[in-house]
């Protein structure tokens, strides 16, 4: 799987929206791009994924540069309760059940 | 969503005993499951998939006689840490895939934390 970069952490403020970048330059045409985020003490959960296009969901969204290098979760208004790690990772269409590599993510902290 | 359980949450044990941790997928059936440590500050670190049936694969270094683990359904998956020692204290995390998931998601356990006196 190819691998990505992120910052290793950012500040937000509550109640503010938070722009998550990733970089993911050696991306190939058949990796999806899947977020997870680890609140502390906790194993991680699933946030969210896409392959080309933009994507919401309940928790975030997905902004996808148009040539797949990098990618940008949203989340619209943060709260005390998002304050966790967040890691960018990408997997191969065709290992969709297989294994994620993490890398070191983003320690997102938000304040009051 | 799917839930991934783990027992103990936290154990303390003896410098040279062994300690058994249990995964479970409580709602859905789990073909794979993977293990992972978190040392403190640092990220997950894959030590092995585990599929039903048949024998761990282990992530390079991580020695397989010392982190046994035992796929025996669909639904349970077990890592003993044998003759454990302080070094192999660490937050250990459980993922299982579902079968019937078409994205790819991994549904994580809670983390068992152990320390080695």
């Known amino acids: 799987d190819a691998k990505t970069t992120q910052p290793n952490s950012m500040e937000s403020n509550e109640e503010e929206p938070v722009h998550l970048p990733c970089n993911h330059s050696?991306?190939?045409?058949?990796?999806?791009i899947h977020w997870y985020r680890q609140l502390p003490s906790q194993g991680p959960e699933y946030v969210i994924h896409?392959?080309?296009s933009n994507v919401n969901n309940r928790m975030a969204s997905l902004a996808i540069a148009e040539d797949r290098k990098s990618s940008t979760l949203i989340l619209h208004r943060a709260t005390l309760r998002d304050a966790a790690v967040y890691y960018c990772?990408?997997?191969?269409?065709?290992?969709?059940?297989?294994?994620?590599?993490f890398g070191q993510g983003t320690e997102l902290s938000v304040k009051p | 969503g799917a839930v991934v359980s783990q027992h103990p949450s936290w154990v303390i044990c003896k410098s040279g005993t062994s300690v058994k941790i249990e995964c479970r997928s409580l709602d859905f059936q789990a073909t794979t499951m993977f293990w992972y440590r978190q040392f403190p500050k640092q990220s997950l670190m894959l030590m092995a998939t585990s599929n039903e049936g048949s024998k761990a694969t282990y992530e390079q270094g991580v020695e397989k006689d010392k982190f046994l683990i035992n796929h025996a359904s669909l639904t349970l998956s077990t890592l003993t840490v044998t003759s454990a020692h302080p070094e192999d204290s660490s937050f250990y995390i459980c993922?299982?895939?579902?079968?019937?998931?078409?994205?790819?998601?991994?549904?994580f356990g809670p983390g068992t934390r152990l320390t080695v006196l």
């Open positions: 993922s299982a895939s579902a079968l019937r998931s078409g994205t790819g998601e991994q549904f």
């Open positions: 896409g392959l080309t």
């Open positions: 990772i990408l997997r191969e269409i065709y290992n969709q059940g297989g294994k994620l590599i």
């Open positions: 050696t991306i190939s045409g058949t990796d999806y």
